[in-house]
Structure formats: structure tokens, C-alpha cells
């Protein structure tokens, strides 16, 4: 499968919102709503902020949010914050039992 | 508190083959699939495949097929990765990772480095 669709880099100043957008196709995205995401810092593994589309795990705070419109899925970050400064991943189910990855944006607090 | 904890740092020679432990505890380890995922130096995240501690049931991504082997150990609650025929471009970390439902991972390990080196 071929990777996800990723903007390179976004950034905001704090306390703006920014959005990152996951472009796929209509076997991955758009086929299943099983869209996650994970923020990943330098060094450190990946950790997730939102699964299933919408869902937030325990602790992911409720400014952090996600959607999907047929091929694209989208991270909503409201009221950016310092520590959101990271590379942020999208990732799809893509049928029989295989995932797929966005190729990674770098988010940047200014 | 559940923990993923992966074996250590290993370098190995092109050609040959390496295996990554992945031990799972804090949970009922057969309730949960297990994922891997590697990340070469400077890059994205890669889907490697997944593991049912179940029944053992295997599924991996298509650039990794025939050389990629995952098994599991449930009387020690361990999952092991194996990759073959290693080449440079194998260099990365891999970490394996807990699967919650179809769409997510919610407990990584702490990352393998595998240094594919003459």
C-alpha cells in the first residue's frame, strides 16, 4: 500500500488552532473508520491521541480532536500549546489485517 | 500498569537474520494483538505486521513478505519479530505496540535499535 498523505509541516502560535489533514483512498481512509493518530517526540516512541476517528484514550485532552470526510481524516489541535511541538502521525486500517501510515507532520508552536 | 518491554540494541551484518522479544505484562496478554512498527533514522513510521497471541494468527505488510516471521510465547507472555536476509536499509528502531481495536495502539515498548552494518 502506499503511504498516507501528510503535509510536511504546519505551525501556529499558541493558543490558535491547526489542523493536519491524512489523505488516503477509498481502501484505507474512506473505506474504514478505523483512523488513529500518535504524537511522537524526539527520542521517544509513538503515543496515541485518537483512535477510531474520534476517540480520545484516557488523559488526551478534549482540545485535541478528529474527523473524517471520505478520503481524508483530520487532526484538530485547539488552543495550541507549547508542548504540542512534535511530529504527529496518521495511520488507517487498510483491510486484512495490514495498517498504513501517514508519512509524518512536524508541527511547530511559534 | 502495562508495560511492553523489548529486548536490547543489536547490530548485525548484512545478510544475516535478527529477532526482537517483546514482553507484555499488566494485562491478559491473549485479550490484545500485538503490532510492529519501525521507524529508520530520520523517517516515518512503517506497519510491519501483527501478531493474535490467541492462536498465533500472522499478517504482514506486503515489502516484508518472506522475510519477516512473528511468533509468540504464552506461558511467558512474549512476542518475538524475526526478520531475514537483513540489509542496510533494515536499519531502524522497532518498537512493537498493543492494539486496541482495529484502529489504534495504545501501549508501545520502549524501541529496539537494529544496526545493519559490515
Known amino acids: 500500500q502506499s503511504a498516507l498523505t501528510q503535509p510536511r509541516s504546519v505551525s501556529g502560535s499558541p493558543g490558535q488552532s491547526v489542523t493536519i489533514s491524512c489523505t488516503g483512498t477509498?481502501?484505507?481512509?474512506?473505506?474504514?473508520?478505523?483512523v488513529s493518530w500518535y504524537q511522537q517526540r524526539p527520542g521517544k516512541a509513538p503515543k496515541l491521541m485518537i483512535y477510531?476517528?474520534?476517540k480520545r484514550p484516557s488523559g488526551i485532552p478534549v482540545r485535541l480532536s478528529g474527523s473524517k470526510s471520505g478520503n481524508t481524516a483530520s487532526l484538530i489541535i485547539s488552543g495550541l500549546q507549547a508542548d504540542d511541538e512534535a511530529d504527529y502521525y496518521c495511520?488507517?486500517?487498510?483491510?486484512?489485517?495490514?495498517?498504513?501510515f501517514g508519512g509524518g507532520t512536524k508541527l511547530t508552536v511559534l | 500498569q502495562v508495560h511492553l518491554v523489548q529486548s536490547g540494541t543489536v547490530v548485525r551484518k548484512p545478510g544475516a537474520s535478527v529477532t526482537v522479544s517483546c514482553k507484555a505484562s499488566?494485562?491478559?496478554?491473549?485479550?490484545?494483538?500485538i503490532h510492529w512498527v519501525r521507524q529508520a533514522p530520520g523517517q516515518g513510521l512503517e506497519w510491519m505486521g501483527i501478531?493474535?497471541?490467541?492462536?498465533?494468527?500472522?499478517a504482514y505488510a506486503q515489502n516484508f513478505q518472506g522475510r519477516l516471521t512473528m511468533t509468540r510465547d504464552t506461558s511467558t507472555n512474549t512476542v518475538y519479530m524475526e526478520v531475514t536476509s537483513l540489509r542496510s536499509e533494515d536499519t531502524a528502531i522497532y518498537y512493537c505496540?498493543?492494539?486496541?481495536?482495529?484502529?489504534?495502539?495504545?501501549?508501545w515498548g520502549q524501541g529496539t535499535l537494529v544496526t545493519v552494518s559490515s
Open positions: 505496540a498493543r492494539g486496541i481495536s482495529t484502529g489504534g495502539w495504545d501501549y
Open positions: 477509498n481502501s484505507d481512509v474512506g473505506a474504514y473508520n478505523f
Open positions: 499488566g494485562y491478559i496478554f491473549t485479550d490484545y494483538s
Open positions: 501478531i493474535n497471541p490467541i492462536n498465533g494468527n500472522t
Open positions: 495511520c488507517s486500517y487498510a483491510g486484512s489485517s495490514s495498517s498504513v
Open positions: 477510531d476517528v474520534t
